[in-house]
């Protein structure tokens, strides 16, 4: 697939109902609607599903900065969660993934991908995608927690964070490794 094809947006009140479509009554994964990386858990369990929704929807209405959503031919294929650092609270609960250094950097959290554009390189195009918006608001640091598969054919639902191939391919680079299957990865922009 070429860059071209797609058209990438922020998610926005306008786009919200494309976000709705893409992410469909399970909210992308078991409720989550993209809210695991900012809730503490339990807040998080609390609120899976309809509640994990409304405050997604309530972050979209306040103009915070959430992600980027792929289109296709009109319709939402991708979204990529991508926002400050500190908008992601159980980042730096985690000795995994917890601060490499205090260079302020926007990390990219989460994937979800239409069934439909699964194992075809979108998650390398919407890491492009993400780079050229972070040039637009000069962004210094973007950082990402990737998986890498230690299973020949890893279930999607274990590739939410994205595969470290695709950062790679993206041009990110590793910087720090506390697991092996988690690498914290950058892009210098």
Known sequence: MTFDKFLFK???KSNWEKFENLFG???ACGGCWC???RLQKSVFDKNKGSGNKKLMFKL????AQTGILTFYKKEAVGWC???PREHFIRLDNSKILSRVDEQPVWSIVCFFVHKKFRKVGLSSIMLKAVIDFAKSKKIKILEGYPVDPYLPNMPPAFAWTGFTSAFL???FIEVK???KSRPIMRYYL
């Open 10 to 12: 922020p998610l926005s």
């Open 25 to 27: 009554q399970n909210g």
């Open 35 to 37: 809210m695991h990386w």
């Open 60 to 63: 979209v209405n306040s103009k």
């Open 81 to 83: 969660a991508v926002a």
């Open 169 to 171: 391919k993206a041009g």
């Open 177 to 179: 490794r506390r697991s």
